[in-house]
Every structure is written in structure tokens, then in C-alpha cells.
């Protein structure tokens, strides 16, 4: 069943925005639109993302996974806003459980397209080590650092390194934030959703505003703390004058029988040739939006007037599980401050846990929580693979179904696969043979260490630099010393060194003799005879009647 709820108060209200475009930026339904608020007071670029510091600024929402154009299933905040003199951006990135240290390889990407001409865009890319790129021309600033959820950094780009005086109010640019994750596992997603990576006639948009709220998208896409998913949009209005707004959110649900998702069938359905177009955007839009049906109770329209220093929420809530879009729209008078259509995935409430054993046996384990998936019934199964990436055909795959047990381990091979990054990935398909919903998690295989290849150690022999104790038949000798043996192989006298002397000194004051009696007669021990074994091994054995003593 879908909820939606609707709160204003000092504290909490909501609100929406109409449609905008950077590639058009009228068009919302292809291209996101968000407000880029003025800040009187610069935040301090120093990597720490200070909630205060960044109380002004837009929060984005959720990015968009680059392979399957829905919100990545990673927390992804990114806040923009600009001051009198630059251009202001935040991130924090979630990572994976097991790999929560992000590499050197990390690394975001900023693109602007300041002069809105789809031609002249800027790129600054940087790491968790502060290390930063971009425009040869640019002086810009950034600093980042590790989190204990991720990492973290601010960037600030001063208008006049761009050649460009500060935007007036109203002023519109594209606009591209990518979370280059490529550790455990390659995984991109950006603000905007691109056929050509770079290319800003595709980028999604920012708008330069004074005297506007921030928009910021609390929750998007499957919540975190509670279940089920939607929207959280919180407005705050941090001025000394109300600011009036009107929002709408509105939730859409794919058909059962639709094929394709929403953002992928507009970018790339016009044909997988570049040059050639079969349909207007306007067109496919409208002809995918055609395969959703909007959800009455989640659906939400309000006048907002937002007193000075106060803030507000809205919210619209799903709880089905299956593919939606989330249609916002906020105006301030007849401006649109804010706009645009975001697909998301509500998935079963699944959980995988990855251990790996890719020395031996050569596998990956997954631990599979199924408890509270309420499809998971007679007639489901569920696909777990590991592949390269999102889309990849399956390198390693098991399918299981249901037989009544909700908590399962499957092992999926891992041996054949080279060093570096892999997904697993579990689709489950219900009792109807219709996808229900998948999840995905990263590892990463580490090069086989030398010690597991190569053998050394592991055998009687012993390996260079090391010297093997050396065995003969009066004599044996080990790293601090050496055995005199008597005839019958019994140490006669035992020679031994310190750790700070290499002066050898004896510790017996007589020869050890080993004596018995068999019915009421000393044992006569005949003198041993040595023998070499293979392996660099050597023994001795000794007899008296039918006693025999053997030493390995």
C-alpha cells in the first residue's frame, strides 16, 4: 500500500517544483533543475562537511546510477549553493561496508557549463587525498577527507578563474556531479544522466537564486532507517523575509508488463546509432510515461508560506516493492526554482552478507536474509551471480528456490576469476516468473599471495637462504648446534650456542645410554645403521631381538 504525508509546522512542511532545462532547461522531465541558493557567509573549505556551515545550500537528490538509470542504491549527498565571489560545492560519499577506506583511485568529477552553450564546460576531478584537477587556468579550492561512512570534501570555484563575472539572479548552467567509485567495484553515478559521458548538451541544471530557500532532498529513493521509500523534501528558509512556494510530488508506479526504465528508453531510444533519430524527445517522453500509473495517495500539491527562519517538509511514501518516478516541481511566483522526474527502485527488504574464501576453497559466501521479503514464496527463486559490473554477463551463477527456508548460504566460485573488482548481484523472480527486485554488493579478489603458489615451506625441504639440518651417522648439526651420536644414535655429547656467542660449548657430562631387560637378560643393542629417505629426510634404526628403536 503507498502513503503519503504532509506535515507543516515551525519545523517540518513541503513543496515542489514546475519542469526546467540544461540540456533544454524547460524540459524537467528529462533534465533535473535545482536551485543554487546565495549564502552570505562562504562555507570554510577545510573537507569537513559541516551541517551548519552548509544550512544554506541545496541538497541534491540521490544520484543516478550511470549503468541502470535509476537512484543508486548508495547514499550519495551533494550540496550546492554560491556566494558573492564563487561557486560552492559539498559531497559525502557512503561506501561499502567492507570496503568503507576509499583508494587513491576514488575520485568525483565536477563539470560546469557556465556559459550554458552545451560547448565550453569546465571539469575538476579530485580524490580523498586532496589531490585535485582541472582547467590549467583555474585556481580553485578543494580539500577532502576519510569519514567512518566514506569520505568527504568542499570545492570552491571563484567566478572570475572562469572568465566570468557572478551570475545574476536567475541565471541557469549545466551541471554534473559524478561519484567515480571504482574500489571494490567500478560503480559511476551522476546528477546527470548522459549517453556521452561529458558531453553538456545532455547535463542536467543548476539556477542561481537570492533570496530563495534551499531545496534539499532529505530521502530519496528506498529510505535508509524504515521501510519502503519516496521523498523527503525539506525547504529551509534560513532569510529574514516568508518566502511563498508552490510544491507538488507526485509518485508514479511502472506497469507490471513495461519493459525498459525510464531514463535509459529516452537517452539511448532514439537509436543506439548517434547520428540517426527515430523520435523527438518529447515523443519518447511521453510514450514511457505512458507505462506509469500515478499512485492518488502519494501524490501531494500545497501553497507553502514558509515564515523568516523556518523550515519545512514534505513527504510521499511507497511501500510496494517495483520500478517508480517521482515528478517534483517547485515555483516561487511563476519561476520555477526547482524541477524534474527521478526513478527509483523499491526493492525486497533482503540483506546479503559477503565472506570470501577465494584461496581455497574458491568461493564467495553469501548469506542470504530473506526473513521479511514477503514474495519470497512457493514458486520464487532467486539468481546470485558475480559479474565484472552492472549489466555483465554472469561469470559465476547459482539459482535457488524457494523450499520453505528463509536464511540460506549459496557459494558462488571465485577461483577462475583474475585479481580486481566484482559485483555479486541477486535478482529474485516471483512465483509469477516476473522480476520482483535485486540487490548488489562489491568485493574485491586480491592477487594470490607467493606463499599460497609457491610451496616453499610446505614440504620437508628447506629453502634457500635457510641451511637443512644436516644428519649422518655420528653426527647431525641444526642452526644452534650439533648431536655427537653415540653407535647406537644416542646423543653421546650435545653442542650448543647462545644467541650472543657463536662458540659452541657441551652440555652432557656423559654419553646417554638407554638400558632394559627382557625376561631377566640386558638388552644388547646392535650398533644402527643410518639411511637417507627422500625428501631431504634422514633415519636411524637400531635392533635388540625383537625390539626396534627408529628415530625419524
Not at 566460485?413 to 520482483?436: F, N, R, S
Amino acid at each position: 500500500m503507498m502513503k503519503t504525508s504532509l506535515t507543516l509546522t515551525l519545523f517540518a512542511v513541503g513543496s515542489t517544483l514546475p519542469l526546467s532545462q540544461a540540456g533544454n532547461v524547460a524540459d524537467t522531465q528529462r533534465f533535473n533543475l535545482t536551485p543554487a541558493p546565495h549564502v552570505a557567509t562562504a562555507p570554510q573549505i577545510d573537507g569537513v562537511v559541516d551541517k551548519r556551515e552548509w544550512y544554506g545550500a541545496s541538497l541534491l537528490p540521490r544520484l543516478i546510477n550511470a549503468d541502470r538509470g535509476i537512484a543508486s542504491e548508495a547514499r550519495e549527498r551533494v550540496y550546492v549553493c554560491h556566494g558573492d565571489t564563487a561557486l560552492y560545492v559539498a559531497f559525502q560519499f557512503d561506501r561499502p561496508e567492507n570496503a568503507l577506506v576509499p583508494q587513491a583511485e576514488d575520485a568525483f568529477e565536477l563539470i560546469v557549463d557556465s556559459a550554458h552553450d552545451h560547448k565550453t564546460a569546465a571539469a575538476f576531478n579530485g580524490n580523498v587525498e586532496s589531490r585535485q584537477d582541472g582547467p590549467l587556468n583555474v585556481q580553485w579550492q578543494y580539500k577532502a577527507r576519510p569519514t567512518d561512512f566514506g569520505w568527504e570534501g568542499e570545492i570552491a570555484i571563484p567566478f572570475q578563474s572562469l572568465g566570468r563575472v557572478p551570475p545574476a539572479d536567475g541565471e541557469v548552467w549545466g551541471f554534473d556531479f559524478i561519484n567515480y567509485q571504482t574500489t571494490p567495484v567500478e560503480q559511476l553515478s551522476g546528477y546527470s544522466f548522459t549517453r556521452k559521458k561529458g558531453n553538456p548538451a545532455e547535463f542536467s541544471h543548476i539556477i542561481f537564486l537570492k533570496g530563495t530557500p534551499p531545496l534539499r532532498f532529505e530521502q530519496f529513493g528506498q529510505f535508509w532507517s524504515e521501510a519502503g521509500g519516496g521523498a523527503s523534501l525539506e525547504i529551509a528558509n534560513a532569510s529574514a523575509q516568508p518566502a511563498n512556494l508552490t510544491v507538488s510530488l507526485a509518485v508514479l508506479k511502472r506497469q507490471a508488463d513495461a519493459k525498459g526504465s525510464y531514463l535509459p528508453a529516452i537517452v539511448r531510444g532514439h537509436t543506439e546509432a548517434e547520428d540517426i533519430v527515430l523520435a523527438a524527445v518529447e515523443e519518447l517522453i511521453k510514450e514511457q510515461l505512458a507505462k506509469y500509473d500515478p499512485v492518488p495517495t502519494a501524490t501531494t500539491n500545497a501553497a507553502v508560506s514558509l515564515p523568516a527562519n523556518r523550515r519545512a517538509a514534505v513527504r510521499v511514501t511507497a511501500t510496494d516493492v517495483g520500478e517508480y518516478l517521482l515528478q517534483y516541481r517547485v515555483a516561487r511566483g511563476e519561476q520555477v526554482i526547482g524541477a524534474g522526474v527521478l526513478p527509483f527502485v523499491l526493492a525486497p527488504p533482503i540483506q546479503l552478507t559477503l565472506t570470501p574464501y577465494h584461496l581455497s576453497p574458491g568461493i564467495i559466501s553469501v548469506k542470504s536474509d530473506f526473513r521479511r521479503a514477503k514474495e519470497w514464496d512457493t514458486g520464487a527463486k532467486a539468481k546470485f551471480a558475480v559479474v565484472k559490473k552492472a549489466g555483465d554477463a554472469p561469470l559465476s551463477e547459482v539459482v535457488r528456490e524457494f523450499t520453505g527456508e528463509r536464511e540460506f548460504v549459496v557459494a558462488l566460485p571465485t577461483a577462475h576469476l583474475d585479481a580486481g573488482g566484482y559485483l555479486v548481484t541477486m535478482e529474485m523472480i516471483g512465483a509469477d516468473g516476473k522480476p520482483v527486485g535485486s540487490l548488489s554488493e562489491g568485493f574485491t579478489k586480491l592477487p594470490t599471495p607467493d606463499w599460497f603458489i609457491n610451496r616453499a615451506g610446505l614440504t620437508p625441504a628447506v629453502p634457500p637462504p635457510w641451511k637443512p639440518i644436516k644428519a649422518g651417522a655420528k653426527k647431525m648439526s641444526f642452526l644452534m648446534g650439533d648431536y655427537d651420536l653415540s653407535p647406537l644414535t644416542l646423543p653421546a655429547q650435545v653442542n650448543v650456542r647462545s644467541i650472543y656467542e657463536e662458540k659452541r660449548v657441551p652440555l652432557l657430562t656423559a654419553p646417554i645410554a638407554l638400558k632394559g631387560r627382557v625376561n631377566g637378560k640386558e638388552i644388547v643393542w646392535a650398533r644402527a645403521r643410518a639411511r637417507a629417505r627422500p625428501s631431504s629426510r634422514t633415519s636411524w634404526q637400531s635392533r635388540a631381538g625383537r625390539l626396534s628403536k627408529r628415530s625419524p
